[in-house]
């Protein structure tokens, strides 16, 4: 009843995902293993570590994802014979940790025989809107914001895609990482920043809204966060206490107003009526709010990713896979990762 099974995996960064999915793209399993914990003292994730972590962990979560599929269609585990293609992320990400995922996926295609379909981790992210809005279809802009990457994309179509800006310094997800380092909030940022913006009053403090009105889609990080860690050290020297949740707010209020900005021009400029997010920022519920509120009153439907699929998934890889698998898109055993693969 299933029809065609296609199983992939993602191991791009520091989480280790398997997962498959029929061929109406609906999830039977999504298993993400993350190696977190052990990146979190450093405050960034260390690219040999996240290697060594995908491959302790990459056979388990082979074998967590084939057994929950199973149990999605009632029987014990699935085996490689009823699959009927492997999907990989071959980039971009960091290359020791692609190697593992690209390693895997190969050596399972060369022991069965299954075709092998290559992967571009962003269009994963972009992908992973089909999850709330299955109708989702180009032309549309999207914005693809986590800790490597901050594009604004405009989608001609599926697989046409023409990238209007991207960042000249930090992304926007690093940027976040920065503050809660200098914080010493601990790693990732994200989460415990927008905890603690919920609380805050985003107009408390100024903050530079870089490039705000640079007539182009470039964005600038690193200015903000250095704004923000002066800001830091200047009322610890005058020996004022910070307040968290205005400086959470006050920031995050910087990075969304320019996000915003730039994202309404392109979909007016553009002409499209539909406007998404991907990547793990896009998590983050007061820039969520922020594009429903802008760009409701314009008529524009905003689709963002369940929260499970913002953050680095291989469900999200699976149903880029799938339309690959459909299209007869298969890649040679020889595939290599590609870190910098563009999109
Ligand atoms: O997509 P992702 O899981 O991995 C990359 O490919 O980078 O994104 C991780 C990034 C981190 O920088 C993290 O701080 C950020 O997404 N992030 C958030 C939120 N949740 C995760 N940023 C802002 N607000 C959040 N709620």
Avoid at 28 to 35: H, P, R
Avoid at 194 to 208: D, Q, T, V
Wanted: negative net charge; hydrophobic residues 45%.
């Amino acid at each position: 009843a299933a029809g065609d099974l296609v199983l992939s995996i993602e191991s791009s960064c520091d989480e280790t995902a398997i997962a498959v999915v029929d061929s109406h793209g609906t999830v039977c399993s999504s298993v993400v293993a993350t190696s977190i914990d052990f990146h979190a003292r450093f405050g960034g994730v260390v690219p040999e570590i996240a290697s060594r972590k995908h491959v302790e962990a990459i056979v388990g979560v082979y074998e967590e994802a084939m057994a929950q599929a199973g149990s999605h269609f009632g029987c014990d585990t699935l085996t490689a014979a009823d699959l009927s293609a492997v999907g990989v992320t071959a980039g971009p990400g960091l290359v020791g940790a692609l190697v593992v995922g690209v390693a895997f996926a190969k050596g399972l295609c060369a022991s069965t025989g299954l075709p092998l379909i290559a992967v571009h981790h962003l269009e994963g992210h972009l992908l992973a809107n089909l999850f709330e809005t299955p109708d989702l279809k180009p032309p549309f802009v999207a914005s693809l914001v986590s800790g490597g990457n901050t594009m604004l994309v405009y989608v001609r179509g599926w697989g046409d895609y023409q990238i209007l800006g991207t960042t000249i310094d930090d992304a926007v997800g690093e940027a976040f990482d920065k503050v809660a380092k200098a914080l010493g909030l601990g790693y990732p940022g994200g989460p415990v920043i927008s905890r603690l913006a919920a609380k805050g009053n985003p107009c408390a403090i100024h903050f530079p809204r870089a490039m705000m009105h640079s007539g182009d889609y470039q964005f600038s990080l690193s200015g903000l966060k250095t704004a923000v860690i002066t800001y830091i050290e200047g009322e610890n020297r005058a020996g004022r206490p910070i307040d968290l949740p205005d400086l959470a707010a006050s920031f995050e209020a910087a990075v969304i107003d320019v996000q915003v900005a730039k994202a309404v021009t392109a979909v007016e400029q553009t002409g499209v009526s539909d406007f998404c997010v991907g990547g793990g920022v896009a998590a983050n519920p007061q820039l969520r709010e922020a594009y429903r509120k802008a760009f409701d009153k314009r008529g524009v439907r905003v689709t963002v990713p369940p929260m499970r699929a913002c953050g680095d998934n291989a469900a999200m890889i699976s149903v880029a896979a799938l339309r690959s698998y459909r299209a007869r898109n298969f890649a040679p055993l020889t595939l290599d990762a590609d870190p910098n693969a563009p999109l």
